[in-house]
């Protein structure tokens, strides 16, 4: 899906500056996000994740370099990143930021009525987006009275009534429990099924290996851009580091079984999938 895709969103040589004699938060980025495709961001805090995710959805503009929204530059002013807000949905780690209404529905409908769309189109995307994240029976209900992970895909439902091309999911998952976690993941990959394109921030690995390509920052730079696969095999085989992020579980038993003469090269780095591994290549030795 990504390979002929024309890019939806480009970053080219990005920098971001916070104080003009201060590091940059991020340093000389380029990025391609392309429609139906999964990215997910990698980082230590620090690393220049959420200011990623803030220039991505148009909240602010790069110090330097460029942001082309389908071919064309966005500019650096409200107006000229108006277009890139409108393409690029936001879901932030605490979903109480983001709620501003007294039901339901009506947090949904925000967005769309911020755009003066007519009222049977509103109806027609809230109604949409509340049946995508399974809130339907929750519609009247006030957001103070959800739970943790229906506040979340509350988030998600306001950002999916505008019809972005792209959503942008930062550090959604980190205050979830497991089930709230799993169905919010869930939601994403129909999204990504669906044709939009999914940017998931995280500092959860095991998270990342669903991802179409993984993208690692380190101090506001760009150290890794490429599938996941090869990255977790060279965290395995002590040829990577990753400072701040604890490796996945999968890929410390395959350190750990590679360091007592066992070697591993899994296809992936779920554990079932490294223990598999493990008995072959013990069988064959």
Same mark, same amino acid.
């Given at each position: ?10 970053? =080219?040589g990005?920098? /971001?500056r &916070?104080?003009p004699d201060?590091p940059? %938060? ?6 391609t996000?392309r429609a ?5 961001v #990698? ?6 994740k ?5 220039? #991505? ?12 929204l389908?071919?064309?530059?966005v500019?650096?002013?409200?107006t000229g990143?108006?277009? #890139? ?5 936001l879901?932030l780690?605490?979903p ?7 039901t339901?529905? +009506?947090?949904?409908?925000?967005g769309?009525e911020n755009?003066? #769309?007519?009222?049977? =189109?509103?109806?027609?995307r809230?109604?949409?987006?509340l049946?995508?994240t399974g809130l339907?029976? !929750?519609r ?11 506040k979340?895909?509350l988030a998600?439902a306001?950002?999916?009534a505008? =019809?972005p091309?792209?959503l942008?999911f ?11 976690r799993?169905?919010l993941?869930?939601?994403?990959? =129909?999204?990504q %099924?669906?044709?939009r394109?999914? $940017?998931h921030?995280?500092?959860e690995?095991?998270?990342a290996e ?5 993208? $690692?920052?380190d101090?506001?730079r760009?150290? &890794? +851009?490429g ?17 701040g992020?604890l490796?996945?579980f999968?890929?410390? !038993?395959?350190? +750990?079984?590679?360091?007592r003469?066992i070697a /591993?090269r899994?296809?992936r780095? +779920?554990?079932e999938?490294?223990?598999?591994a ?7 030795g």
């Amino acid at each position: 899906m990504t390979g002929g895709t024309p890019p939806l969103l480009r970053l =080219e040589g990005v920098t /971001v500056r &916070y104080r003009p004699d201060g590091p940059p %938060a991020l340093a000389e980025i380029d990025l391609t996000l392309r429609a139906g495709e999964w990215v997910s961001v #990698l980082g230590a805090n620090g690393s220049g994740k959420s200011t990623l995710a803030r220039v #991505l959805a148009g909240l602010i503009a790069p110090t330097a370099g460029a942001v082309i929204l389908r071919g064309a530059p966005v500019g650096a002013t409200e107006t000229g990143l108006w277009p #890139l807000r409108q393409a690029v949905g936001l879901v932030l780690q605490n979903p109480e930021d983001q709620i501003v209404a007294a039901t339901v529905e +009506d947090d949904v409908a925000f967005g769309p009525e911020n755009r003066a #769309l007519p009222p049977d =189109e509103i109806e027609r995307r809230v109604t949409a987006a509340l049946r995508r994240t399974g809130l339907e029976a !929750l519609r009247s209900v006030e957001p103070a009275r959800l739970s943790g992970g229906e506040k979340q895909r509350l988030a998600v439902a306001g950002a999916l009534a505008v =019809e972005p091309a792209a959503l942008v999911f930062d550090e959604a998952t980190s205050m979830l429990d497991a089930e709230a976690r799993a169905r919010l993941l869930a939601v994403m990959r =129909e999204e990504q %099924a669906a044709g939009r394109a999914i $940017v998931h921030i995280t500092h959860e690995l095991e998270e990342a290996e669903v991802a179409s390509r993984l993208v $690692v920052l380190d101090r506001g730079r760009l150290r &890794y +851009d490429g599938p996941p696969a090869p990255f977790f095999t060279a965290l395995a085989e002590g040829r990577l580091a990753l400072p701040g992020l604890l490796p996945p579980f999968g890929v410390r !038993l395959a350190q +750990d079984l590679t360091a007592r003469g066992i070697a /591993v090269r899994p296809a992936r780095f +779920d554990p079932e999938a490294v223990v598999e591994a493990a008995w072959t290549s013990a069988s064959k030795g």
